[in-house]
């Protein structure tokens, strides 16, 4: 019996160790899915090229599916050369002009460190990002989380950076009757102490979170 106990708990190990994902985030941040935002390139800092686009691609499609319908994203012009087109940090700048000039307040970029399947008999797919809320009056950075997640040996990269994406939009709450400014939501609800909620109290300062989970 302690046999059988023993060979299970140490399946389960060798499942939670095979899929894990570490996350950092400023506090969860409250923000209007009725507002026009403009979803910028996502820089690739990984080895795998084309890596931010593919990123851009699922961000666009996590954030849709949260009510952002009004996002609209930069395109490249067909005036730029190959040697534009791959400097990712030049097109950045670009996008961010061209979001001001077309009126969008708020902006959604990002980074990739890695996106790569790891050497190693399973072959398992690793993706590392970052994304960031922008305003794009004054280029500050309103929100920021960072993710790294390993998958199980039969994942493919597509499923688990899009599972990184969800986590890492997991620290936003998205509000169809609100507009302005992104405002900082408490990183948990106090506990209910059966009293009627305060109005009007000042939010929790930005503190980094550490998520660590399977």
């Known amino acids: 019996m302690r046999l059988k106990i023993l060979a ?23 923000v209007s899915s009725a507002e026009k935002w403009a979803l910028l390139p996502i820089v690739n800092l990984s080895k795998t090229p084309l890596a931010g686009n593919r990123a851009s ?16 994203a930069y395109k490249a012009t067909s005036s730029d050369s190959v040697i534009a087109l791959l400097d990712d940090a030049g097109q950045l700048t670009k996008a961010k002009a061209w979001a ?11 980074d990739v460190q890695e996106w790569q399947y790891k050497n190693g008999l399973d072959n398992e797919p690793s993706v590392g990002m970052t994304l960031k809320f922008v ?20 994942s493919n990269l597509s499923s688990t950076a899009s599972k990184t994406i969800d986590e890492l939009l997991t620290q936003v709450r998205f509000k169809s009757d609100s507009r302005g400014r992104p405002t900082m939501a408490a990183a948990s609800p106090a506990p209910s102490t059966g009293a009627a909620p305060a109005r009007n109290q000042p939010t929790a300062p930005i503190r980094p979170a550490i998520i660590n989970q399977p």
Do not use: P
């Not at 305003?135 to 039969?154: C, F, I, K, N, P």
């Open 8 to 30: 299970s708990v140490l399946v389960l190990s060798s499942i939670l160790l095979s899929a894990c994902e570490t996350m950092t985030s400023s506090n969860r941040v409250i």
């Open 135 to 154: 305003d794009l009056q004054t280029d500050e950075v309103m929100w920021v989380a960072s993710a790294t997640r390993t998958g199980w040996g039969y």
């Open 57 to 72: 691609a699922l961000v666009e499609t996590h954030l849709r599916s949260r009510g952002v319908n009004q996002l609209e």
């Open 100 to 110: 001001r000039q077309n009126g969008f307040r708020y902006g959604i970029t990002g």
